[in-house]
C-alpha cells in the first residue's frame, strides 16, 4: 500500500504528528522562567516588566502582520529568537551571582526583554501554525500541548540543581522550532490541514472576547498570587488534569466535541477557586489556585481552538488575530500581577481586605458570561472585515435545511468557508464548471476544492457526498 492511500489515525502513520504538539517546550521555557525567576534574587516589579514586554511584542507583531506574511516562511528569524530565548535564561541564571546589585538588575531587565520579545514572536509561529488545521485536530494537539507543558515544568522545578534545570529549559526554544520545521514538512496536504488561504481583507475585532481574555487572566494572576514558590509549581497539576480529561473526552468523541463546553465548564471552577480564597483552612490557597489553574487551561484550549477555527475558515490573518488576543491575555495577567502587588490597599483593612477583592474577581467573571452567546460559536464572535458592520460575509443561499446541513458539515469535517460554499452548490446538482464561473475562479482550482471536500468528508466520489450529508441530522 502506497504511503497516499493509507488512512493514518490522528497521530499519523507511524506517530510523526506528534511533532505538532511542540509547542509545549515554548510554553515550558515561560514557566520555567517564571519560576526561576522567583527563587532568584531578582526585583520584585521584574515579572510585571516581563509580560508588560511580552504583551507589547503581542500587539507589535499584529500590528505589522500583513507585512512579515509569515513567520514559519521565516526559518532563520525563528533559529535566532530560539538562541536567543536560551542563552537570556542562562545569563539570568548565572547573573545571580553578581555581586553588584545595579548591573544585576540592569542586566536582569535587559534580559527580560529579549526574552519576552522573542517567546511571542515564536508562540505566534505555532499560532500560524495550528491555524491551518481542522478544529478537531487543533483541539487533541492544544490538550497534548499543555498536558506536556505542565509535567516538563514539574520535572524541571524539581531538579534540585538550579544551572542544570536552566541548561535544559535553556534547549527547549530551539527543540521546539526544529519541532515546528518538522511538523511544517509532515502535515502539509494532510486532509485535517487545507484550511482557507490568509485573505488580505483588513479585519477588525470587537473588544468583546478581549475583555473576557483580560478578566480570565487577571483571576487566574490574582489566585497564583496567594502562594509560595513550592506550590506554584505543585499546582501545575491542576492543569495536567484538565488537559488530560479534555483530551480523554475529545478522543471518545472525537467527531462530535463541542469546545464551548470547556467554556462552560471552566467559568464555575474558576468561580470555586475564588471562594476558596474566602475559606480559612490549611491548604486553601493551594486549592483555590489548583482550581484556578485547571479552569484557565480549560479555557485556553477554548479560546485558541475558536480562534484558530476562525483564521481556519475564514482567512483570517492568524498573526494579527492571536497577536492581538494574546496582548489582552497578557495585559490581564499584567493587571493580576500588579493588584497583588498592591500592598497600600491591602493594609487599608489589613487581611480582610483580601475577601472584598475576591468577591470582585467573582463578579468580574460572572459578568464576562454576558459576553459570549451561543450564535458567537457559529460565526466569527465579532471579527469581521473593517468595511464590514457584520458578520463575516458568506454566499449561502437557499433553503434553510440545505444551508444548515451543509454548515453541520463544514463544522464536522474541517471545511473552510469556501469548501462549505462549494458543497452547498454541490448538493444543488450544479456542475464544477458551472461552480467555477459563479465564483470567478478557475475550474482547476474548482477540481482541487472538489478533491479537498471529498477527502475531508471521507468518501470517493459526488454521490457518497450527497448520500453523506443529506443523512446528516439538523
Known amino acids: 500500500m502506497d504511503k497516499s492511500s493509507a488512512k493514518p489515525g490522528l497521530w ?19 514557566t520555567v522562567s517564571s519560576l526561576a525567576g522567583s527563587q532568584g534574587a531578582e526585583p520584585p516589579l521584574l515579572s510585571s516588566f516581563a509580560m508588560f514586554i511580552r504583551a507589547a511584542a503581542f500587539l507589535g507583531v499584529a500590528l505589522m502582520a500583513r507585512y512579515i506574511g509569515s513567520l514559519i516562511g521565516r526559518p532563520r528569524l525563528l533559529v535566532a529568537a530560539a538562541a536567543a530565548m536560551g542563552l537570556c535564561l542562562l545569563g539570568r541564571i ?55 507543558s505542565a509535567l516538563t515544568s514539574f520535572g524541571l522545578f524539581s531538579l534540585a540543581v538550579a544551572p ?6 535553556a534547549l527547549l526554544p530551539m527543540v521546539s522550532v526544529k519541532a515546528l520545521f518538522r511538523a511544517d514538512c509532515v502535515t502539509k496536504g494532510a486532509p485535517f490541514r487545507q484550511g482557507e488561504g490568509v485573505d488580505a481583507t483588513p ?25 509560595g514558590v513550592q506550590d506554584r509549581a505543585f499546582v501545575l497539576l491542576g492543569v ?20 464551548k463546553a470547556l467554556y462552560e465548564v471552566s467559568v464555575p471552577v474558576l468561580i470555586a477557586g ?8 490549611p491548604g486553601a490557597n493551594v486549592a483555590a489556585a489548583f482550581c484556578s489553574n485547571a479552569a484557565f487551561t480549560l479555557f485556553s484550549i477554548f479560546i485558541t481552538v475558536v480562534f484558530c477555527a476562525i483564521s481556519y475558515r475564514y482567512g483570517v ?28 490597599l491591602l493594609s487599608l483593612s489589613g487581611a480582610g481586605a483580601t475577601a472584598p477583592i475576591a468577591v470582585l474577581v467573582v463578579v468580574l467573571v460572572a459578568l464576562s458570561m454576558l459576553l459570549v452567546s451561543d450564535r458567537d460559536f457559529e460565526t466569527t464572535w465579532g471579527v469581521t472585515p473593517r468595511q464590514d458592520t457584520g458578520e463575516a460575509p458568506s454566499a449561502l443561499e437557499g433553503e434553510e435545511l440545505e444551508m444548515r446541513r451543509c454548515s453541520k458539515a463544514a463544522k464536522l469535517y474541517g471545511l473552510t468557508r469556501r469548501e462549505e460554499e462549494i458543497l452547498l ?3 444543488r446538482g450544479q456542475t464544477l464548471s458551472r461552480i467555477a464561473a459563479e465564483l470567478y475562479v478557475a475550474e482547476s482550482t474548482m477540481k482541487t476544492h472538489s478533491r479537498h471536500i471529498y477527502r475531508k468528508a471521507g468518501v470517493a466520489n459526488r454521490q457518497e457526498l450527497q448520500e453523506r450529508i443529506e443523512g446528516l441530522p439538523v
Open 12 to 30: 499519523g502513520t507511524h506517530f510523526e504528528n506528534l511533532w505538532c504538539t511542540g509547542l509545549f517546550l515554548v510554553l515550558s521555557f515561560s
Open 94 to 148: 548565572f547573573s545571580f551571582a553578581l555581586e553588584d546589585g545595579a548591573v544585576r538588575v540592569a542586566l536582569s531587565f535587559g534580559l527580560v526583554a529579549i526574552s519576552n520579545g522573542c517567546v511571542a514572536v515564536l508562540y505566534l509561529a505555532w499560532m500560524e501554525f495550528y491555524a491551518q488545521m481542522d478544529m478537531r485536530h487543533g483541539l487533541a494537539f492544544l490538550c497534548v500541548v499543555h498536558l506536556g
Open 164 to 169: 542544570i534545570a536552566g541548561a535544559v529549559a
Open 203 to 227: 479585519w477588525t475585532m470587537s473588544p468583546r472576547p478581549l475583555v473576557l481574555l483580560g478578566a480570565f487572566t487577571l483571576t487566574n494572576t490574582f489566585l497564583r498570587s496567594f502562594l
Open 240 to 259: 495536567c488534569v484538565a488537559a488530560f480529561a479534555v483530551l480523554a473526552v475529545a478522543a471518545r468523541c472525537f467527531g462530535s466535541f463541542e469546545p
Open 274 to 281: 475564588t471562594m476558596f480564597v474566602l475559606v480559612a483552612i
Open 317 to 344: 490573518n492568524a498573526l494579527w488575530l492571536f497577536g492581538i488576543t494574546q496582548a489582552a491575555l497578557t495585559s490581564g495577567s499584567l493587571l493580576g500581577s500588579l493588584l497583588s502587588r498592591g500592598e497600600a
Open 425 to 427: 452548490l454541490l448538493m
